[in-house]
């Protein structure tokens, strides 16, 4: 019984000598064996497999293929798994008194490796079959590649999955009409570039990559990005994200949820408007948007700090000189209970209030003096340099322009007056 992932064996003398662990894991193949004495003859095939000889652990290393050897027998002082669906655990025996740190290993592998420990502990038989040891090959350490990039579809592998310990896969030219499955299962990927394929929907567990930094899906065939990835736990990971060269036409408003985000291209869809709440993407250092159908931006963008900017090829309307009113006195009473939730910044969700009302509350308008309106406002719209947000500005036009028409809301005629300069 194998299982491949990485090693750190810490040693709890270590702090008593003053010294520190290096703290970085090892490339290795633990392999659970019965190692007969050579006293004795080897177990006949069929006969007892753990009973007679007890299971040990070896523990082996590219620079080290016969392997160190750790007893098992009422040699275990305690396992640590609270993370064990991620690929780590950590075991702890008693003699040597040291810790067996894993990592970035398949987590079903290893659930089944640490039962199979758990009985060798207690002496009992170990169902897996345990042979006697040999030194790992070092053809077995090929399956720790972290990287694998796949640029046709002749070379797509259909009959094997792939390595668990991949961190940056790349599948393009592959005619892909949809995310496979197996790259789910990829806990440790970093990076994931599905470019250049048929795919037209997203599976909402790609939000299950939790260290998932990059993904790029240019040139394929998406209509949307979904609610369910924005609210995954992509709002703790994801930095840079590529969906250029789709169909989409809106982003829903939790997207500006995903605020690890750095660089986003948006270039080549048929976007119609950006999430007003964009200035939420605190981070947002390199946004592309070219050649969408943009006719204005949101008030909030004015929040953004950019170092890169290019909204080229937009179809920019020219600001109304009218506001579009929508005020009503005195307020209906759902208009003036959203506000005072929002205001109050009081927890919401649809297992307290409906779902509409939910909906409701996160597309909300933002006034200018911060507070908040449901549907009863004042629009109005004016003109903005983008050179107030961003450092590097791409032209808008052929024209020289780097200016952009901004919708602004206002809650209240009062907000509108004092602001109005802001709109001539």
């Given at each position: 019984?194998?299982?491949?992932?990485?090693?750190?064996?810490?040693?709890?003398?270590?702090?008593?000598?003053?010294?520190?662990?290096?703290?970085?894991?090892?490339?290795?193949?633990?392999?659970?064996?019965?190692?007969?004495?050579?006293?004795?003859?080897?177990?006949?095939?069929?006969?007892?497999?753990?009973?007679?000889?007890?299971?040990?652990?070896?523990?082996?290393?590219?620079?080290?293929?016969?392997?160190?050897?750790?007893?098992?027998?009422?040699?275990?002082?305690?396992?640590?798994?609270?993370?064990?669906?991620?690929?780590?655990?950590?075991?702890?025996?008693?003699?040597?008194?040291?810790?067996?740190?894993?990592?970035?290993a398949n987590s079903s592998s290893l659930k089944g490796f640490l039962s199979a420990m758990r009985l060798a502990h207690r002496g009992?038989?170990?169902?897996?079959?345990?042979?006697?040891?040999?030194?790992?090959?070092?053809?077995?350490?090929?399956?720790?590649k972290t990287k694998m990039v796949i640029t046709s579809k002749k070379d797509y592998p259909l009959n094997k999955n792939f390595p668990?310990?991949?961190?940056?896969?790349?599948?393009?030219?592959?005619?892909?009409?949809?995310?496979?499955?197996?790259?789910?299962?990829?806990?440790?990927?970093?990076?994931?570039?599905?470019?250049?394929?048929?795919?037209?929907?997203?599976?909402?567990?790609?939000?299950?990559?939790?260290?998932?930094?990059?993904?790029?899906?240019?040139?394929?065939?998406?209509?949307?990005?979904?609610?369910?990835?924005?609210?995954?736990?992509?709002?703790?990971?994801?930095?840079?994200?590529?969906?250029?060269?789709?169909?989409?036409?809106?982003?829903?408003?939790?997207?500006?949820?995903?605020?690890?985000?750095?660089?986003?291209?948006?270039?080549?869809?048929?976007?119609?408007?950006?999430?007003?709440?964009?200035?939420?993407?605190?981070?947002?250092?390199?946004?592309?948007?070219?050649?969408?159908?943009?006719?204005?931006?949101?008030?909030?963008?004015?929040?953004?700090?950019?170092?890169?900017?290019?909204?080229?090829?937009?179809?920019?309307?020219?600001?109304?000189?009218?506001?579009?009113?929508?005020?009503?006195?005195?307020?209906?009473?759902?208009?003036?209970?959203?506000?005072?939730?929002?205001?109050?910044?009081?927890?919401?969700?649809?297992?307290?209030?409906?779902?509409?009302?939910?909906?409701?509350?996160?597309?909300?308008?933002?006034?200018?003096?911060?507070?908040?309106?449901?549907?009863?406002?004042?629009?109005?719209?004016?003109?903005?340099?983008?050179?107030?947000?961003?450092?590097?500005?791409?032209?808008?036009?052929?024209?020289?322009?780097?200016?952009?028409?901004?919708?602004?809301?206002?809650?209240?005629?009062?907000?509108?007056?004092?602001?109005?300069?802001?709109?001539?």
């Amino acid at each position: 019984m194998k299982l491949h992932c990485e090693v750190e064996v810490v040693s709890r003398h270590l702090p008593a000598l003053g010294l520190r662990n290096r703290g970085k894991g090892v490339r290795a193949v633990l392999s659970l064996c019965q190692q007969a004495p050579r006293t004795q003859p080897r177990p006949r095939a069929g006969g007892e497999r753990g009973g007679r000889h007890h299971a040990c652990l070896f523990i082996s290393t590219l620079k080290d293929k016969l392997g160190t050897r750790y007893e098992l027998k009422e040699n275990i002082e305690q396992f640590f798994t609270k993370f064990v669906d991620e690929g780590k655990a950590t075991v702890r025996l008693k003699e040597p008194p040291v810790d067996i740190c894993l990592s970035k290993a398949n987590s079903s592998s290893l659930k089944g490796f640490l039962s199979a420990m758990r009985l060798a502990h207690r002496g009992c038989d170990v169902e897996a079959p345990l042979l006697t040891f040999t030194p790992v090959k070092t053809s077995e350490f090929e399956k720790f590649k972290t990287k694998m990039v796949i640029t046709s579809k002749k070379d797509y592998p259909l009959n094997k999955n792939f390595p668990y310990s991949l961190e940056h896969l790349q599948t393009s030219y592959c005619g892909l009409a949809r995310v496979d499955i197996r790259m789910l299962s990829l806990k440790n990927l970093r990076k994931l570039d599905l470019s250049h394929n048929h795919i037209k929907k997203l599976p909402a567990t790609i939000g299950d990559l939790i260290h998932l930094q990059e993904l790029n899906l240019n040139d394929n065939h998406l209509e949307s990005f979904s609610v369910a990835l924005c609210q995954s736990t992509l709002q703790k990971s994801l930095r840079s994200l590529d969906l250029s060269k789709n169909k989409i036409k809106a982003l829903p408003v939790q997207f500006c949820q995903l605020q690890e985000l750095t660089d986003l291209k948006l270039d080549d869809n048929e976007l119609i408007r950006l999430p007003f709440k964009m200035g939420q993407l605190t981070n947002l250092r390199f946004l592309s948007a070219a050649r969408n159908k943009l006719p204005f931006l949101p008030s909030e963008f004015k929040n953004l700090s950019l170092e890169y900017l290019d909204l080229f090829g937009n179809i920019f309307e020219q600001p109304e000189v009218l506001p579009v009113i929508k005020l009503q006195m005195p307020l209906t009473l759902l208009e003036s209970s959203a506000r005072a939730v929002l205001y109050n910044r009081i927890p919401y969700g649809s297992h307290i209030i409906p779902f509409h009302l939910c909906q409701d509350l996160d597309t909300a308008k933002t006034c200018v003096c911060g507070r908040f309106c449901l549907s009863c406002f004042i629009q109005g719209t004016t003109t903005m340099n983008l050179h107030s947000v961003a450092h590097t500005v791409v032209l808008v036009d052929n024209m020289g322009g780097t200016e952009a028409p901004v919708v602004s809301y206002f809650c209240s005629l009062t907000c509108y007056v004092n602001s109005c300069d802001m709109l001539m």
